[in-house]
């Protein structure tokens, strides 16, 4: 956090674009998008027609060019990373997943962008957008699948882009309707019952909808991962929705009983071994069901039912129903360091910001020859005795190699250290040809370099002219967008 608010200020006290020749011009870099890949094609115009020194029609333009180009994404749909209280890729790979260049993201960015100068183009292209496919995660994931963003959007577009007459007539319905009935995945309830809540609909409209979505709550099971994943916060979506059916007096015991049946569905099912690590801590607490005192890591949506939910005729959730079939497996590939190659490397990354009887090394000693030759052995053990794997492990080993040389470059005090892993980094990146079949894990490093780079201009001059030198298309592209439409300060903190 120290370095980051350092970088911060720097960058606020320049207020300059870290570039000594002039930026490019918006047509150059709007040439380079439309040859990049799908995902950052789209990623690309969507910054384009944020500039409000564009007129209207030519940002509408832009966006729907998006629109087009995100289906070309490798990735359809955002992943989300559900178990993060292990070492590993988890962190790394939820900053990846953040940057919104699957395919379902980018077309709702292109919405979102939008729904405030053209109304009706939201209208038209969130009904083209069809009801995602979500894949059931198993035990042996880590991963689950997050559209959150989908239910978010549409409900933007119900209350802003109709009039209180298309409403009343049934357009929203029509836009709504056949992503509520084609709910598949548990990661998709909590969302939509909030969309559903603060829709702005006729009684008769609003009932139907309610009814597809119970409907669809009762066929959901089989997915436990993305049922724990999230648990926590769908009692209260459903509550929100309880409330918006009593305030149009409609009765809300169906409702009730298919989010009972749902629950009854998953808990009594097969479950994950691993289960708690998805849960928050919640030390202290002890929970009541049937007069006895349960484990306080039970799901805490049997307690949320009993007390909050629950109406007669209904029964309150009882233990043999909850009772799971079977408990078995858990998550794969969240392991960190194994092989004697990573384990040395991050022996000598140990070395560059502490010393052999456990202090800190301070800012002045980061400065000297002898860590500068500490930090050499470091990058020369990460490229040279660190060997990637393939498929997922070698995926694995990408993010791992990319937080090493991510740390490597926050301790450097020298420009000269800075530059050097920098490179090195960079380097890496673009051999790593498989990798960019997964775009967004691949693009995060050199979205972090540039990042660096807007924020210490100063210190990073030699990096800056070394990235104007690659001859990766991507990372040209960024370098001028960056320069033509600057992210903000903090959304460049949020990438580190």
């Known amino acids: ?40 094609a789209a990623d690309s115009l969507i910054r384009l027609a944020s500039l409000e020194t564009l007129d209207k ?28 209280r292990v070492a590993g890729p988890a962190r790394f790979l939820a900053r990846a997943y953040g940057q919104d260049l699957d395919g379902l993201s980018l077309e709702l960015r292109a919405v979102e962008a939008v729904l405030p100068l053209d ?16 894949p059931q995660a198993a035990c042996s994931d880590f991963q689950t699948y997050d559209v959150d963003r989908l239910y978010a959007v549409l409900g933007q577009v119900s209350r802003q882009a109709y009039t209180a007459r298309q409403a009343e007539g049934g357009d929203v319905l029509r836009l709504l309707r056949p992503q509520i009935a084609a709910l598949t995945s548990p990661g998709q309830a909590g969302p939509a019952a909030e969309m559903l809540a603060g829709i702005t609909i006729g009684d008769r409209d609003f009932q139907s909808l309610v009814e597809d979505f119970q409907q669809a709550l009762r066929k959901m099971t089989g997915d436990d991962r993305s049922f724990t994943a999230a648990e926590t916060g769908l009692g209260t979506q459903i509550e929100a929705l309880v409330h918006a059916c009593q305030r149009r007096s409609i009765s809300t015991l169906p409702l009730l009983e298919g989010y009972r049946l749902y629950l009854v569905n998953h808990l009594a099912g097969g479950r994950c071994a691993d289960d708690e690590l998805l849960r928050p ?17 039970a799901p805490a949506a049997i307690q949320f039912f009993n007390e909050r939910l629950h109406v007669s005729p209904l029964l309150p959730l009882t233990e043999t129903e909850v009772t799971p079939s ?31 009887k456990g202090g800190l090394l301070t800012d002045a000693q980061r400065r000297t020859p002898e860590w500068r030759s500490a930090l050499e052995k470091f990058l020369d053990a990460v490229s040279q005795g660190w060997k990637d794997g393939a498929g997922e492990a ?12 991510a740390g490597a470059v ?63 298309p991507v990372i040209a592209l960024y370098l001028a967008l960056d320069a033509v439409a600057p992210p903000s300060t903090a959304a460049l903190l949020m990438t580190l």
């Open 1 to 40: 956090m120290r370095l980051r608010t350092t970088l911060a200020l720097a960058w606020l006290a320049s207020s300059v674009a870290p570039a000594a020749t002039p930026a490019p011009d918006i047509v150059s870099v709007l040439d380079r998008a439309r040859k990049a890949p799908g995902e950052f």
């Open 57 to 84: 029609p030519k940002r509408i333009e832009l966006l729907e060019e998006a629109f087009r180009r995100a289906g070309e994404s490798k990735q359809p749909l955002k992943r989300r990373v559900v178990i993060t």
């Open 119 to 134: 109304p009706g183009k939201a209208r038209e292209w969130a009904l083209k957008i069809p009801p995602p496919q979500v």
């Open 281 to 297: 801590l919640t030390e202290g607490t002890t929970v009541t069901l049937l007069g006895e005192v349960i484990d306080p890591a």
């Open 326 to 356: 079977h408990v078995a497996g858990h998550a794969v590939g969240l392991e960190g360091c194994q092989d004697a190659g990573c384990k040395a490397a991050s022996g000598l990354y140990a070395g560059l910001f502490g010393d052999d």
């Open 394 to 405: 070698g995926l694995r080993t990408f993010t791992e190699k990319c937080e090493h040389y």
């Open 410 to 472: 926050e301790l450097a005090r020298e420009p000269a250290d800075k530059e050097l892993v920098t490179r090195t980094w960079l380097d890496y990146v673009e051999r790593a040809g498989e990798v960019r079949g997964t775009p967004a894990v691949w693009f995060l490093p050199i979205r972090q370099i540039l990042a660096r780079v807007r924020l210490d201009p100063a210190g990073m001059q030699k990096v800056i002219e070394d990235l104007r030198r690659r001859d990766d």
